[in-house]
C-alpha cells in the first residue's frame, strides 16, 4: 500500500496518525504546502484518499480538484466539512471515528458542568493569586439534582446523560423525532427543553438545519439562572448573542469546548468568571486520539483490500 497516496489536509499535529499513515501509505501533507493548489496539481494523480478532521475535511472544489479520490477518511465525528452529497455522486467513500470518543466528549461535559457551578477555575485562580489568605471564596451553586437538557440523544447525548443521571439529575431532550425507548422526557422544540431545564446542553451534529439552533430565542428561555454547555460545533451557537446574553446577565453561564471561528474566541468573555472556556479538547486524551487514528487507517486499509468498511458514512 507504499504506493496509494493520501492528502492530509488537516494540520499533521498528531503523531500517532502521521506515523500509522506514513508507515502504511505515500503522505501528502497539504497544511504544511505554501502553494497549496500547486501542490494538489502536482500531486492529484496520485492522492487516492484524503484524511482530515473536524476542522479541515473535503469540499466539493478540493473533490473536484482530485480525479483519483476514492475516500474520505476523516479524524473526527462530525462531517460538516466534508460534502456530503458531492462524496454520494461520485461515489467515493467517507468514514468517520464515532464510539471511539463518546466517553472523553461526555466526561467533559460533565465536567464542564462542574466547573461551571462550583467555579472551579476562577476558584483555582483565587487561591494562587493569594486571594484566600484574605477571605473565604464565595459561595458557588449545587450541580446535583439539576435538571439536564440535552440537543442531540445521540451516542455523546446518550452518554452524558446517563453521566448526569448519577448526579440525580432529571433528564430531557430534544432531537429530531421523539426516541420510543427511551425513558427520557421529549420536548418538541429547543426553546420549550431550554425552559424546562437548569443546564442546555449542546450535542447535536452540525447540520444547516442545527446550525445557531441556540439563539436569541432559545438563550432567553434559558434564563439567567440557566447554564449553557456546547460540546457539539461552534456553529451550533449564534456566539454575539450568546456574548451579549452572558455580559447583560440574561444568561447565568456558559462552559464552551467550541467556537465559531476556532482559534478566535470572543476577548469580551475572557473577564467572565461564570464561563469556561477549552481549546476544543472534548477528544483530547492520549488514548482516546490513538484509538481514532486506528480507526482512520483501518479505514483506508479495509478500502484499498476490498474489504467492508468500519465505519461507513457513505
Known amino acids: 500500500m507504499e504506493s496509494i497516496g493520501v492528502l492530509m489536509t488537516c494540520p499533521p499535529i498528531y503523531p500517532h496518525l502521521v506515523e500509522k499513515l506514513e508507515k502504511r501509505f505515500t503522505l501528502y501533507k497539504l497544511h504544511n504546502a505554501p502553494d497549496k493548489t500547486h501542490f494538489i496539481n502536482s500531486h492529484k494523480n496520485s492522492i487516492r484518499a484524503v484524511v482530515g478532521n473536524a476542522g479541515f475535511g473535503a469540499d466539493a472544489d478540493l473533490i473536484d480538484q482530485l480525479p483519483k479520490l476514492e475516500i474520505v477518511s476523516s479524524y473526527s465525528v462530525g462531517l460538516d466539512k466534508v460534502d456530503l452529497p458531492k462524496c454520494k455522486e461520485k461515489g467515493i467513500r467517507v468514514t468517520n471515528t464515532p464510539d471511539v470518543l463518546t466517553d472523553d466528549v461526555a466526561d467533559l461535559a460533565i465536567g464542564l458542568m462542574l466547573a461551571v457551578l462550583r467555579r472551579l477555575c476562577e476558584s483555582d485562580r483565587y487561591v494562587r493569586s493569594g486571594k484566600w489568605k484574605k477571605g473565604d471564596y464565595k459561595l458557588t451553586t449545587k450541580f446535583t439534582g439539576k435538571s439536564v437538557g440535552i440537543i442531540g440523544l445521540g451516542r455523546i447525548g446518550m452518554a452524558i446523560a446517563t453521566r448526569a443521571e448519577a448526579f440525580s439529575c432529571p433528564i ?131 478500502h484499498f483490500l476490498n474489504k467492508p468498511l468500519l465505519t461507513p458514512v457513505v
Not at 425552559?195 to 445557531?212: F, G, K, P, Q, S
Not at 460545533?233 to 454575539?240: C, F, I, L, S
Not at 469556561?276 to 486506528?294: I, N, Y
Request: charged letters at 20%; aromatic letters at 6%.
Open 172 to 302: 430531557s431532550y430534544y432531537g429530531r423525532t421523539e426516541k420510543p425507548d427511551v425513558k427520557y422526557k421529549f420536548y418538541p422544540s429547543v426553546v420549550e427543553l431550554a425552559a424546562n431545564c437548569h443546564i442546555l446542553v449542546v450535542a447535536c451534529a452540525l447540520t444547516e438545519e442545527t446550525r445557531h439552533i441556540v439563539n436569541r430565542e432559545v438563550i432567553n428561555a434559558l434564563g439567567p439562572k440557566g447554564i449553557l454547555i456546547n460540546i457539539g460545533r461552534g456553529p451550533h451557537v449564534d456566539e454575539p448573542e450568546l456574548v451579549s446574553a452572558l455580559l447583560e446577565g440574561r444568561l447565568g453561564g456558559a462552559g464552551l469546548d467550541v467556537f465559531e471561528d476556532e482559534p478566535n474566541v470572543p476577548e469580551q468573555l475572557f473577564g467572565l468568571e461564570n464561563v469556561v472556556l477549552l481549546p476544543h479538547v472534548g477528544s483530547g486524551t492520549v488514548e482516546t486520539r490513538q484509538a481514532m487514528a486506528d480507526l482512520v487507517v483501518g479505514n483506508l486499509e479495509a
